[in-house]
C-alpha cells in the first residue's frame, strides 16, 4: 500500500469566502484540513508510527481535538504555558518538546503532570536535574526523552555524547528516560525534493543510531522521536523511528509548497485582507503587514530565492509582498507588462510563508466549509509562550 500526497481540487485556488468578514483574517478550509490530517495519519498506521502533531502551530484547544479525532497519538508544545492550556481544554497526552530549566518550570511541570501523561525533553544533566528535584520530592516520576542533535545545531546533545549523558541523565531519581527525540530543522536548507529526502533520512539515522548508542549502553528506550512537517513523510518509514512530531502538515504553507510538500489546493490557509492603498500602477498596500503575516522569510531555505516575499498572493500572478511594516503589506508589481489593475477595497487572499506566525500574530481563525462559516475559535492566551 502506498499514500501519496494529493493536490485535493478545491476549483479556484481561492477560497470561497462568506460576506462581511473584516480583515486581516485567517481563514481555514475545515475540508482541506481533514484531509491533511487524515493523509498524515495514513501514513503513520501504514508505518505503525505514533502522531504527536506540534500544537504549538496553531494553539487552538479546537484544533488540537481535530488532530486527536483524525488518528493523532497525543499532542507536542514548546511551552509549558501551551500545555498547561490545552490539559484544561482536556487535552489528555502530551510531549512538551522544549529543554525545561528552573525551579519554577520544574514545580509547574509536576502540577501539570497531575492532570495529563507528560513527557518531557531535555538535553543536559542540568536541566534534567531541577525536574529531577521537583518529581523525586513530589514522590513522582516523569517521562523525559532525550533530546539529540541532528544536523541543524540549535538544542541537542551531540550524538557521540548521547549515551554519556543518557546514563547521566537516567541515574536520577524522579525521572525515567524512555527515549530520545530530535527536531531534524536541517531538512529545510534542501534544494529539491531529492535532497529532501536524503536530509531527512540522514538525520533519521543519526537519531536511531543515538538511540541505539544508548541501549548498547545497558539503557532500554521505546521511543524514537523526529519532529517537521518537512521531513515526516520521509522519516515515518524509516527503520527505528517510532513517533513524528509533525505541526505545519495540518495547514501546510509556501514553505511546504517550496519543498514539494503541498500544493497551493492542500493549503488549509489563506489570510484574507482588503487592499487600502493603490497610489500608483506598481505599488499598493493591504491591511496584512508583519503583526499579520509575520517576518518570516521562506522556511525552506534552500528554496528561498524561488519564492521570494512575505507570502503567495492567489491568483495575482506579477504582484508580490515585497516589504512588511506592522500594519501595512507593500504590494510591487514584478510581473511582464503593465500592472494588473488593483481596486481600493479588494479583497485578496495570501498563502503565508510559515503558518505559525499567523496563528500567533492574528490570535484567532475563521473556520470555514463549503464557504459558509462555521466557528471562529481563539489562540490560547497570555502565558502560553511561558
Not at 41 to 56: D, E, I, M
Not at 76 to 99: D, I, Q
Request: glycine residues 10%; proline residues 5%; contains cysteine.
Amino acid at each position: 500500500m502506498t499514500i501519496e500526497v494529493h493536490p485535493y481540487a478545491i476549483g479556484s485556488d481561492r477560497f470561497a469566502v462568506p460576506a462581511g468578514l473584516e480583515t486581516p483574517n485567517l481563514l481555514l478550509d475545515l475540508d482541506v484540513l481533514e484531509r491533511n490530517l487524515d493523509e498524515m495519519a495514513g501514513h503513520c498506521r501504514l508505518h505503525q508510527v505514533a502522531l504527536r502533531p506540534h500544537a504549538k502551530t496553531h494553539r487552538v484547544p479546537q484544533l488540537a481535538r481535530l488532530q486527536l479525532d483524525h488518528g493523532a497519538d497525543g499532542i507536542c508544545v514548546a511551552k509549558l504555558g501551551e500545555a498547561e492550556a490545552f490539559a484544561a481544554a482536556g487535552v489528555s497526552r502530551m510531549t512538551v518538546a522544549y529543554p525545561l530549566v528552573g525551579a519554577d518550570k520544574a514545580q509547574r511541570a509536576v502540577r501539570l503532570a497531575r492532570r495529563c501523561e507528560l513527557t518531557v525533553g531535555t538535553d543536559s544533566v542540568a536541566g534534567a536535574r531541577t525536574l529531577s528535584d521537583a518529581f523525586a520530592a513530589a514522590g513522582r516520576l516523569l517521562d523525559v526523552l532525550l533530546m539529540v542533535d541532528s544536523g541543524f545545531g540549535r538544542c541537542g546533545v551531540a550524538p557521540a555524547d548521547a549515551a554519556r549523558v543518557a546514563w547521566d541523565v537516567a541515574e536520577l531519581p524522579g525521572v525515567r528516560l524512555t527515549g530520545v527525540m530530535t527536531f531534524e530543522g536541517s531538512v529545510y536548507g534542501a534544494v529539491d525534493r531529492a535532497d529532501l529526502v536524503a536530509r531527512s533520512r540522514a538525520a533519521a539515522a543519526t537519531t536511531v543510531a543515538a538511540a541505539e548508542a544508548i541501549r548498547a549502553a545497558g539503557l532500554s528506550l521505546s521511543t524514537v522521536s523526529l519532529g517537521s512537517s518537512a521531513a515526516a513523510r520521509t522519516v515515518v518509514a524509516q527503520p527505528g523511528v517510532t513517533e513524528v512530531r509533525p505541526g505545519i502538515y495540518a495547514f501546510n504553507d509556501l514553505g511546504q509548497i517550496a519543498l514539494g510538500n503541498a500544493t497551493v489546493a492542500t493549503c488549509a490557509v489563506r489570510v484574507l485582507a482588503t487592499v487600502v492603498s493603490h497610489p500608483a500602477p506598481a505599488r499598493a498596500c493591504i491591511d496584512a503587514g508583519s503583526k499579520s503575516l509575520g517576518l518570516d522569510g521562506l522556511p525552506a531555505t534552500g528554496r528561498a530565492a524561488d519564492y521570494p516575499g512575505y507570502g503567495l498572493l492567489v491568483d495575482l500572478p506579477g504582484w508580490r509582498i515585497e516589504r512588511l511594516s506592522e500594519e501595512h503589506g507593500w504590494l510591487r508589481w514584478v510581473g511582464p507588462g503593465e500592472p494588473t489593475p488593483l481596486t481600493v477595497g479588494q479583497r485578496v487572499q495570501v498563502v503565508p510563508n510559515h503558518v505559525c506566525m499567523v496563528f500567533a500574530g492574528l490570535g484567532e481563525v475563521t473556520a470555514l466549509r463549503g464557504g459558509e462559516m462555521v466557528a471562529v475559535w481563539s489562540t490560547i492566551g497570555p502565558g502560553a509562550s511561558r
